[in-house]
């Protein structure tokens, strides 16, 4: 028997449960969980009303740990690996994007604590092509959160394709942002951190942010463009009401990149956009493969998130916490 955090009814608190152990089918992994991190995207699947798998629903999808049974011979897979799982939790293999290397966009993608029964658990069974391998140089604990915040900001960045020394803002200073700032810095750019308040300011700069703009006190759009605007600006916060105004901050050819997500709606200056060449995009997460280019990454330039540690049992007050906006900077769940 093992146990599993699980919301077992419509607005229910995470309780423990226990679930017999079974031998994974062939094409799944079973690991035994050492590390889980607690994500934003997380609220949702634990808010779930009616869920499609239905109840009991045990979230979790930024995974760290040792693989303790394989269903069938795996290549390059054994018990004893210590693997990472993250949100891009398995796919089809076969369609257009699985096939181009677009995993993360399969139309049959399966995510973790939606598709099957997610990390908040002491093991968990996933589809062999959703593992990540974690470096030796790396923790489970850093490198659990790796697998959705730390893959989504390190690819997101990546893929803008800047030239070095470039300026990078990232506005919001949670899970996702301190990881995004670090990660720029790291890879030579000049970061402007962007978050409400000014009770952050010293750890973005200990992050790597070389400036701090105070959303509350400034208009960051405008901020920006006194501080000779940015190539990038990277919205990690999960609203859509200052995107807009952050437009006046961006470079010609800028790009802007929202990764959060609220359902709403933003304005754009169309003519701003057409005579800057500026591009607006949304960008999801990234592959296993890209999961690990993301640890190799953080393992060698020191990139690592600032954990809060709570033990898997207390997984309910680890959802307040962070409901609450009193996560600092990750919420990690350890059996």
Not at 105 to 120: A, D, E, K, T, V
Not at 195 to 214: K, L
Not at 280 to 302: C, K, Q, W, Y
């Amino acid at each position: 028997m093992f146990r599993r955090m699980a919301v077992t009814e419509p607005g229910g608190a995470l309780r423990a449960v226990k679930v017999a152990v079974t031998d994974p089918e062939p094409g799944w992994v079973r690991v035994r969980v050492t590390a889980s991190g607690v994500c934003g995207a997380d609220l949702g699947t634990v808010d779930a009303c009616e869920p499609d798998g239905g109840f009991p629903i045990t979230p979790g999808h930024e995974i760290a740990g040792v693989i303790e049974a394989i269903g069938a011979p795996a290549a390059d897979w054994e018990p004893g690996d210590r693997v990472a799982v993250g949100w891009s939790g398995g796919s089809c293999g076969h369609c257009r994007p699985c096939r181009t290397g677009d995993q993360v966009h399969c139309r049959q993608r399966r995510i973790p604590g939606l598709s099957y029964p997610g990390g908040w658990a002491e093991t968990v069974t996933v589809p062999v092509e959703a593992l990540a391998r974690i470096p030796d140089e790396l923790s489970e604990a850093d490198a659990a959160p790796m697998g959705c915040a730390g893959v989504t900001t390190f690819t997101a960045i990546r893929e803008a394709g800047l030239r070095p020394g470039s300026r990078v803002a990232v506005y919001g200073l949670g899970g996702l942002g301190h990881l995004a700032v670090q990660f720029a810095a790291r890879m030579g750019h000049e970061v402007v951190a962007i978050a409400r308040g000014t009770d952050r300011e010293q750890d973005a700069a200990a992050f790597g942010a070389r400036h701090y703009i105070d959303a509350i006190a400034q208009d960051a759009g405008q901020r920006l463009a006194e501080l000779g605007g940015a190539d990038l600006i990277l919205c990690t916060v999960p609203t859509s009401e200052p995107i807009s105004a952050l437009l006046g901050g961006l470079r010609l050819r800028g790009r802007l990149t929202l990764i959060g997500v609220d359902g709403g709606a933003i304005r754009l200056p169309v003519a701003r956009l057409v005579m800057n060449a500026q591009v607006v995009t949304g960008h999801l997460t990234g592959s296993p493969a890209d999961i690990e280019d993301t640890m190799r990454f953080a393992a060698a330039n020191h990139v690592r998130p600032r954990l809060q540690r709570l033990p898997l049992e207390e997984a309910d007050l680890a959802v307040r916490r962070l409901r609450e906006g009193q996560a600092r900077y990750r919420l990690l769940l350890e059996p």
